[in-house]
């Protein structure tokens, strides 16, 4: 009996880790970020600000929050198109190296959740009749077209560690909606 129990405490501790997950001991990891994008309506660049907490679950493996919104022109048109969005997701880090959640090469797998809004003014607009060879004119009232997406995205990058509470992450994300 003593033998098994002897065996048993062995083998448990051999499959326990000694240290908390995460960089240094920290599993709590809050950060802002700024990101050019390229969006559909506008062909001009735009920043997205977004705001995240991370929380590191295990030795390679993080969960992410994220929220961010950005605000763009539309090319064309006097209005403005503005999105919310909101993303959940699990970070698995590389087993190349010594490395450990947050530190290093990572894979991004994300459910993504959006808002957006596109405001456009009122314009005046003429319209022609080809049958009575005569044109008119309209005046049309602005309005918001808002719509709610949900999609998925696939991520990779690298974060780095500077002076053991500066997080840099850079990589490339891309979605489905």
Sequence with gaps: MKNKLLLLL???????????????GKRFTVGYGISPTVGLLSLKA???????????????QEIVFNTGYSKNEVQGLAGAHAELFYSLALKLYSRRGLTAAPLGHYIKCEVLMSTSKLLYPAYDDRIYNSQ?????????????????????????GRQRIFFNSLVLEYGMRFGFT
Excluded: C, D, E, W
Aim: glycine content about 12%.
């Design 46 to 60: 735009s920043l997205v600000h977004s705001l995240g907490l991370a929380y590191v679950v295990g030795k390679r």
């Design 132 to 156: 009575t060879n005569t044109s008119a004119m309209v005046s049309r009232s602005g309005g918001i077209i808002s719509n709610r997406r949900q999609g998925v995205a696939y991520g990779f």
């Design 10 to 24: 062995l083998l448990l501790s051999a499959t326990s880790f000694s240290q908390v997950p995460g960089y240094m």
